[in-house]
């Protein structure tokens, strides 16, 4: 059973820019492994802000982008807002579903 | 509007069962396969189960395998999960889940305690 690794903890400045990783014990996340990611907030269900890597929907808020990088997948939020703290989680799909440990990104 | 409703949680003793319902409207249920996702308190989400469209094929985390049954009843629109032998590490929140079209829909969750 495959494991996905995320950074347990971030911290952004207002206004700053910060990516989030995603990564895979089996080698590169690539496209086939159809990366999503989550924002929850306390309190609340999963929230779908990225599919298929880097494709958003409706609801998406602009400043969040998803991408391939180094292997991994990647979230970055540019312009980080007070409600944008929240816990981040990555999905990836190997034969079933794997979900990363999270990120609690901080607005601080 | 999709809605995944799930129910059947409460405070269970260790080596008990209890069977979990998740009612969905606002889509076609027998066109998706559908998932128990789980979240311990103050933890991260963790895939549970996930049963086909037909309910011929279904998964199970290694955490659950062998006490976990999922299931679903397409005339009824309705998903289950009969969980026994339970163990105070299955405290969670748990939530109906399923993927369309880029998105993932989440029920509220039921929470499920299992404590002496």
Redesign the interface.
């Known amino acids: 059973?495959a494991v996905v690794t995320q950074e347990p903890s971030l911290t952004v400045s207002p206004g700053g820019t910060v990516t989030l990783t995603c990564a895979s014990s089996t080698g590169a996340v690539t496209s086939g492994h159809y990366p999503?990611w989550?924002q929850q907030k306390p309190g609340q269900?999963?929230?779908?802000l990225i599919?298929?890597a880097s494709?958003k929907?409706s609801w998406t808020p602009a400043r969040f982008s998803g991408s391939l990088l180094g292997g991994k997948a990647a979230l970055t939020l540019s312009g980080a807002q007070p409600e944008d703290e929240a816990?981040y989680?990555c999905?990836l799909s190997f034969?079933?579903?794997?979900?990363?440990?999270?990120t609690k990104l901080t607005v601080l | 509007e999709v809605q995944l409703v799930e129910s059947g949680g409460g405070l269970v003793q260790p080596g008990g069962s209890l069977r979990l319902s998740c009612s969905a409207s606002g889509f076609i249920f027998s066109s998706y396969t559908i998932?128990w996702?789980r979240q311990a308190p103050g933890k991260?989400?963790?895939?549970v189960s996930?049963i086909s469209r037909s309910g011929g094929s279904t998964?199970y985390a290694?955490s659950v395998k062998g006490r976990f049954t999922i299931s679903r009843d397409n005339s009824k629109n309705t998903l289950y999960l009969q969980m026994s032998s339970l163990r105070i590490e299955d405290t969670a929140v748990y939530?109906c889940v399923f993927q369309s079209n880029?998105?993932?829909y989440?029920?509220?969750?039921t929470l499920v305690t299992v404590s002496s």
Do not use: C, I, K
């Open positions: 059973q999503y989550f269900a999963p929230r779908t599919y298929d494709s929907h816990d989680y999905l034969s079933g579903w794997v979900f990363g440990g999270g | 998932h996702v991260g989400l963790e895939y996930g998964d290694d939530y880029g998105n993932v989440w029920g509220l969750g």
